[in-house]
Every structure is written in structure tokens, then in C-alpha cells.
Nanobody, 115 residues
């Protein structure tokens, strides 16, 4: 069983930065994928960025060059550094881990980009 705890959301002005964290409890061995999704009101959930246990990353076109996903192996923690934030980045950001064919979700953290 994997439990996820997210933190780091908040209110930021356009052009600002935030860093989200997602800490996975329990021990994960072998291959796993950690992914940040986001969901804005009235919109479908969309993938923002993902990182595989070997370090390979993937980004949505809308955030490439502005967001960076990284992980800290020893602590099973994934980060999402978000720079040059835009109002359209406003959403609930959710952390997901795919491990041994199971999907685990965090509770989500609100990011609001507004002046």
C-alpha cells in the first residue's frame, strides 16, 4: 500500500513560481511512475508531467520549458517546480503513483494564479 501526501500549493501572481511536493509512504522497489495531474473546474483531468523510476521524464506541451519534475530517490518524493505561472495553470494538482499495476492518488493541492 502506498499513501501520498502533497504540499506546496497556494496563491501566486502571474509570472511567479511554486514548488509542489508529493511524498510517498511505504517502500517502492523496481519500476514505478510518479505523475502530476491537474484538474480545473469544469475541465477534464490532464497530465502535467511524469517521471519514471529510472529518471526519464515527460511533460505536457503546455508546461514544457516552464515546469520541471524531479524526484528524490531515497525518500520516494517527487517535486514539481513551476515557473512563469499563468492564470490558466490554476487547478487542483494531484499526485499519482503507478506501482506494480496499482494506481495511488494523493488528495490534491490547489494552485491559484491570479493578480
Amino acid at each position: 500500500q502506498v499513501q501520498l501526501v502533497e504540499s506546496g500549493g497556494g496563491l501566486v501572481q502571474p509570472g511567479g513560481s511554486l514548488r509542489l511536493s508529493c511524498a510517498a509512504s511505504g517502500t517502492m522497489f523496481g519500476i514505478y511512475i510518479m505523475t502530476w495531474y491537474r484538474q480545473a473546474p469544469g475541465q477534464q483531468r490532464e497530465l502535467v508531467a511524469s517521471i519514471i523510476s529510472d529518471g526519464r521524464t515527460n511533460y505536457a506541451a503546455s508546461v514544457k520549458g516552464r515546469f520541471t519534475i524531479s524526484k528524490e530517490n531515497g525518500e520516494n518524493t517527487v517535486y514539481l517546480q513551476m515557473n512563469s505561472l499563468k492564470p490558466e495553470d490554476t487547478a487542483v494538482y494531484l499526485c499519482n503513483v503507478n506501482y506494480r499495476f496499482q494506481n495511488y492518488w494523493g488528495q490534491g493541492t490547489q494552485v491559484t494564479v491570479s493578480s
